[in-house]
């Protein structure tokens, strides 16, 4: 699946949530929403490094699968972060990140 594909699925898939939940997935929504993925980030990497409680700890496979998980809210709420800024994602990351 190209890059684009992936954008324009991420956003209707978030549009929809809107949708369905009564929600405006507006600038502000986004930001906000990205900053909470960006904390379930955080506390997944803690559990699977062992460094919380030792009731929160799962086994390794586990633990790598909701690292997988939370990586990928976070890259979605970017994608619909971009979009609603009128961002093309995939020129600014081969901008930064391939052609530097």
Known sequence: MEFKEIEKKVVENALSYGKKYNIDIDEDFALLKLYEEVGELSQAVLIHRKKSRP???IAEEKSKEELG?????????????AYLMGIDLEKSLIQKWINR
């Open 55 to 57: 009731e929160k700890h």
């Open 69 to 81: 998980k939370e990586l990928a809210d976070v890259l979605g709420l970017v994608i619909v972060n």
